[in-house]
């Protein structure tokens, strides 16, 4: 089985769109500052606010849904929503390890936020995962091989 491709954009678009609010409104109550990606992304890139948010989008409602739907889906365990989370998982990890050092933030947020804003990222990333993988889930199709084979 895989998820429907649309239902899988449409999660990593809701999950993307709750773990951006959750940055931008939950993340000041907890740092006392929002945590903007957008700028650090259009900072990193080159670019604007707008460059940054784009890309961010992209990865969440596009990128991250296709790696999962086409790699991870078939090979993670459990229910949709917990391969989902574990995804969200892995990302969180990446986005400590590679991703924020590189946009001047430190590994694992070392000097931005520090522990407090890895927990404030790490909750974003299980939110988003765990919306791509119930969202995705919810409209599972056979896969290519099996039907391939009821054909013949």
């Known amino acids: 089985m895989?998820?429907?491709l649309g239902k899988t954009i449409l999660?990593?678009?809701?999950?993307?769109?709750v773990m951006t609010a959750?940055?931008?409104f939950v993340a000041p109550m907890m740092l006392g500052r929002p945590m903007d990606?957008?700028?650090s992304l259009g900072g990193m890139l080159g670019g604007s606010w707008?460059?940054?948010m784009l890309m961010h989008l992209l990865n969440g409602s596009i990128i991250f849904p296709l790696i999962f739907a086409f790699?991870?889906?078939r090979v993670l365990p459990g229910e949709p929503w917990l391969k989902g989370t574990i995804w969200g998982l892995v990302l969180w990890f990446l986005s400590q390890a590679l991703v924020t050092p590189m946009m001047g933030g430190g590994m694992f947020s070392a000097r931005a936020g520090g522990l407090m804003a890895?927990?404030?990222?790490l909750i974003g990333h299980v939110a988003y995962g765990a919306l791509l993988g119930a969202i995705a889930g919810s409209g599972e199709e056979p896969s290519a091989a099996p039907q391939a084979h009821a054909a013949r």
């Open 118 to 121: 890895v927990m404030a990222s």
């Open 50 to 52: 707008a460059m940054g």
């Open 22 to 24: 959750m940055m931008y």
């Open 71 to 73: 790699f991870l889906y």
């Open 37 to 39: 990606v957008a700028a």
């Open 2 to 4: 895989r998820p429907n």
């Open 11 to 17: 999660g990593g678009f809701a999950g993307t769109v």
